[in-house]
């Protein structure tokens, strides 16, 4: 049953069969007229317009009720098979439109009364995957109308009708690449009155069986048929012969590993009685608090009663041996205040190396080649801070300035030095 929604929006009834295919579309340009400004005539407008469907008194749709709106600009679709279970009762389908531009809102409701299909059995149903196709695509009534000519002129029923289309993204299957247009595909089962062609029934020969597991094309004669539109996957067809199907109950032998039938589920009432649970709250908090307590009491008697203090120390210890700590300490506290007050010269390893007569500086025993790491722990530089030059006599009776260098200790100047220099 294919059905368009007209320009006259009030509510519609549709009259969809059990177990045939239902398509209803709704045009976006039915619905441009719905909202203000309102178009003049011959006047065209693009608004972006979206579908929201749901039945009423419920925030979504039935079950066998699917929706697909690709894009703002493009129509949406209902689509689904009607069960059986809902044959007689009216399902009321809310639309409402919403203008993406302007944020207007349209309103409109469809109702679905389903009729009974026992006029029409189809026990042999097929279903096919279709791998270059979308179910948008399918769902055109042009579209599916050849699909519906090409399986009847393979399989030659009298009465064939479209049961079910689903998208492949709806049976696990996964979103294809965007590139080299690729479809996401979509299986479409039909229902015949007439048993399978000799043709279908190719696939389940264990040549073909064979070729499937080996993920290789199986050999259909009537592939020609469909290949000019339709890219088939004939691996994934299913042939579903509803006059040859038994029941598949088993009794249930009990044994091991088998729990006895309970019977059904009897909830408990609703009188039950209320129970206390502060019994249950002071042996869970009491208890442990007051092991607690009691270890707290002991260790702290252990820690602050029992201490036998220093007095008691002194009295138990000999008295020779606190004379020698006490001289031990004394002699520790009196090098610690002499190291305080270190007054004394610098030894002579700390100062400029010069000869013992002459007074000049000895130039370094190692060339300016040696590496840094062959110098001497003590090395003569030039021009320090905190030098003096001194006038010394020469045999011919002139002088000459000879530099040494300045040091403190303690913020005290080493004089000494400079005055056994001066004495020479």
């Not at 317009?49 to 008194?57: A, H, K, V, W």
């Amino acid at each position: 049953m294919y059905t368009i929604f007209s320009k006259v929006h009030s509510d519609r009834d549709v009259y969809p069969s059990a177990g045939v295919l239902f398509v209803h579309v709704l045009e976006r340009e039915s619905f441009k007229g719905e909202f203000p400004p309102y178009p003049k005539p011959g006047e065209i407008s693009n608004d972006p317009i979206t579908f929201n469907t749901n039945l009423m008194g419920y925030p979504d749709r039935p079950g066998w009720l699917r929706y697909i709106q690709r894009t703002p600009y493009s129509d949406g679709v209902l689509y689904g098979s009607p069960t059986a279970e809902n044959v007689g009762k009216p399902t009321i389908i809310e639309i409402t439109a919403y203008n993406r531009r302007t944020f207007e809102t349209a309103r409109h409701n469809l109702i679905i009364n389903i009729m009974s299909a026992e006029d029409f059995p189809l026990p042999y149903q097929a279903e096919f995957f279709i791998k270059n196709m979308n179910v948008e695509e399918m769902l055109a009534s042009e579209v599916l109308g050849d699909f519906l000519g090409a399986v009847k002129n393979v399989w030659q029923p009298e009465r064939l009708n479209a049961i079910n289309i689903t998208s492949a993204l709806d049976r696990g299957g996964r979103v294809p690449l965007p590139i080299n247009d690729m479809k996401e595909g979509v299986y479409v089962m039909v229902g015949a009155d007439v048993p399978f062609s000799s043709c279908l029934r190719e696939v389940e020969n264990p040549q073909n069986q064979l070729r499937c597991s080996q993920e290789m094309e199986p050999v259909i004669t009537c592939d020609k048929k469909f290949r000019s539109q339709f890219y088939i996957d004939w691996c994934k067809i299913s042939l579903v012969d509803k006059t040859k199907q038994v029941s598949t109950f088993q009794e249930v032998i009990r044994g091991e590993g088998i729990l006895p039938d309970g019977g059904e589920y009897k909830p408990p009432s609703d009188s039950l009685k209320s129970r206390d649970y502060y019994t249950d709250f002071l042996i869970t908090l009491a208890v442990p608090s007051a092991v607690a307590l009691v270890l707290f009491l002991i260790l702290a008697y252990i820690m602050c009663c029992r201490r036998e203090g220093v007095e008691k120390r002194n009295m138990q210890t000999p008295d020779i041996q606190l004379v020698h700590h006490s001289a031990i300490q004394k002699s520790t506290k009196e090098l610690r205040d002499m190291s305080k007050n270190r007054e004394i010269a610098w030894p002579l390893s700390t100062l400029p190396v010069f000869h013992p007569v002459t007074g000049e500086i000895i130039p370094p025993l190692h060339a300016d080649s040696y590496e840094s790491t062959n110098m001497p722990l003590m090395q003569t530089q030039q021009n320090l801070p905190h030098q003096t030059q001194i006038p010394q006599q020469q045999t011919t009776g002139d002088f000459r300035l000879t530099t040494f260098q300045r040091f403190e200790v303690n913020g005290i100047p080493e004089e000494r030095k400079l005055t056994e220099a001066m004495n020479l």
